[in-house]
């Protein structure tokens, strides 16, 4: 493998925020759908989508240059297996959105010694608040959470299941988990938990899944198994734990704690997690744990683990 020089590695970081906005820019526009029957002129191509030519080539160019689009000859650009991603329907483009738009202006305002999130700092209000305020950015994040469930399906249907559970997704935002996992699993019913401006596809939902309004921080249903997916590390570890202590309250003592999050693992290699980590930082004080930390937020939260892999922490009431 070829060794970068230390000032590209440096370059490269320095140039990130732009690849952020410039990618949220033309996801925005929808260039990628303008694309989608074939190369086309970048002068044509901004009269469709409404941006300056100039300004679009040069962002086209240098997606290109990273990957993203490719120019056929000068002037002249096509998708390419990447940019393709961003017109598949499955939240890749408004991630781009997000990414680039409110949570790159609270990245601007990420510092080391701050009480209140960046987020709240720049927006005004909390994540969750302001997401509630905001209608479509609340549509956009949960299209957006559509993005990566199958491998998450996988890793729980894998599991020894009973097979008549009541399985209640606490903070199921759209519902895809668990309409997939009961399709797995005909003898199970579900209970997608969430705050009530969470967007979902009810047509999806069949007679054995229901949606539940509420706040995990004052009561969640009663059920045999609760799934916590990409849930506890938007919280501290107060907060975080608050939450394991709601479902603690009303599980029954047999119950099973199936936690979908990443364990961060020591060292230098390269590790998604450890950059998700800032932004959960930025949005919400929350964080990616590594083992040493799931198991103190289990024990503060009245559970114990039963096994902690990446991805899947899986634990039962002590
Ligand atoms: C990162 S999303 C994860 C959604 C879903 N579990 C998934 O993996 O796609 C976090 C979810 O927690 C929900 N949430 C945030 N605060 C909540 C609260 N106080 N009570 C219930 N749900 C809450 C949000 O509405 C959002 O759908």
Redesign the pocket.
Known sequence: MSRLEPESVLWNMLRGGLATRALALVADLRVAEALAGGPRDVVDLASEVGANPDTLRRLLRALASDGVFAEEEPGVFRNNEASDVLHRGDGWDDFAHLFGGSWLRAVGELDVCSDAPAFQRTHGAEF?SW?AEHADE?AA??RA??Q??EP?VERLAQLEWRGDEVVV??????G??LVELLRRQPGQRGIV???P??NRDEASFDDRIEFVA?????RVPVGDVY?????L??WDDARAAA?LRTIRSVAPPGARLLI?DSVVPPGNEPNGAKWLDLLMLTLFDGRERDEAQWRALLGAGGFEPVSIRDGLIEARCR
């Open positions: 969750w997401l609340r994040f949960d959470m559509l990566g469930w998450r997704d606490v903070g199921g935002g759209n895809s988990l938990f969430d705050l401006e969470a509420g706040d995990f921080f004052q799934v916590l997916a990409t849930i590390h938007d939450i979908l």
